[in-house]
């Protein structure tokens, strides 16, 4: 149940571009973007609800298609300080017919100057 | 900055130990999480509560229990602690549903069992 997140690892050299994607076998109730630093707690970036809505925080945006099951995260001219590993966190209705937050195996991204 | 809070941050135990992790959060939001997470893998869901006297199992088969007996706190309980067990442990907690939905995580309790 949890998302597909691809690629798994991406090398970037300050001010290129990267794209990261997810896509779950169910059915999607929002979609969160969250990024970890080596041995912090993972930190919100954003979150899609269902409408096919795209979002943006400075020049990290995201996109949300609930028919396709997939999103996709947009980090432009990127910086040094997002290295870091990037969980697609998915809401999905769980097997107890309860909701509940799932998260995909992580991009680890490294920037470099 | 988030209000919710692990404890212990290190723990070292012996085989076969009994231990409960801790976690308290003050916003007063319904819904918490529990997740396990090697070192630079995934976050596995294992526990999830909506609500005091609401707990459920997630994924990951885990030999852990939880309890709500709180709105604000969530410990899980490892009955007979193994090395199988060692692991990082991060607690979440969130509103119920719609746009602020936003998981906010506690720091962690990084567990090892020897």
């Known amino acids: 149940q949890q998302p597909v997140q691809s690629p798994q690892a991406v090398i970037l050299r300050e001010g290129e571009d990267a794209v990261i994607n997810c896509s779950s076998s169910?059915?999607?109730?929002?979609v969160h973007w969250y990024r970890q630093k080596h041995g912090e707690a993972p930190v919100f970036l954003m979150i899609?609800?269902?409408?096919?809505e795209q979002k943006g925080h400075d020049k990290i945006s995201a996109s949300f298609n609930e028919k396709k099951q997939q999103s996709s995260l947009y980090l432009t001219a990127s910086q040094l300080s997002y290295s870091g590993t990037y969980f697609c966190?998915?809401?999905?209705?769980?097997?107890?017919?309860?909701?509940?937050?799932?998260f995909g195996s992580g991009t680890r991204l490294q920037v470099q100057p | 900055e988030a209000d919710i809070y692990q404890t212990p941050r290190y723990l070292v135990i012996g085989t076969g130990k009994k231990i409960t992790l801790e976690c308290s959060q003050t916003?007063?939001?319904?819904?918490m999480y529990w997740y396990q997470q090697d070192p630079g893998m995934e976050l596995h869901l294992i526990h999830y509560?909506?609500?005091?006297?609401?707990?459920e199992k997630g994924d990951l088969s885990s030999e852990s229990t939880v309890s709500r007996i709180r709105t604000e706190h969530f410990p899980l309980t490892l009955e007979s602690a193994r090395p199988s067990h060692t692991s990082q442990y991060l607690c979440?907690?969130?509103?119920?549903?719609?746009?602020?939905?936003?998981?906010?995580f506690g720091q962690g309790t990084r567990l090892t069992v020897v």
């Open positions: 979440a907690s969130s509103e119920y549903f719609g746009a602020n939905t936003e998981a906010f």
């Open positions: 169910k059915a999607l109730y929002s």
């Open positions: 899609l609800l269902k409408g096919g």
């Open positions: 966190g998915t809401e999905i209705l769980m097997d107890t017919g309860r909701r509940a937050l799932t």
């Open positions: 916003m007063g939001h319904d819904k």
């Open positions: 509560s909506y609500g005091v006297n609401s707990t």
